[in-house]
């Protein structure tokens, strides 16, 4: 391309009125429904947490306890 090439400027807008509405619109959808699913795979988060939290503590009283009555009965 050359510097001497005048470059043609359409005085048309891009998008119409009814397109950019209709693109705001659909903006504000997908916009609402990654809300929803980052709310939810939050709230997934906590719960397996707080899940995989519960089933450690239960775990280590189990082990606590084996490994006292193991120490009872051998009298160490």
Request: net charge negative; glycine share 8%; aromatic share 6%.
């Amino acid at each position: 391309m050359s510097d001497d090439q005048a470059t043609e400027i359409s005085s048309e807008p891009l998008f119409t009125v009814a397109e950019v509405e209709k693109l705001t619109n659909d903006d504000a959808a997908a916009g609402r429904a990654i809300g929803k699913m980052l709310s939810i795979l939050f709230l997934y988060t906590v719960g397996a947490t707080i899940l995989v939290s519960m089933l450690t503590y239960k775990g280590c009283m189990i082990d606590e306890g084996v490994s006292t009555e193991m120490s009872e009965s051998t009298g160490h």
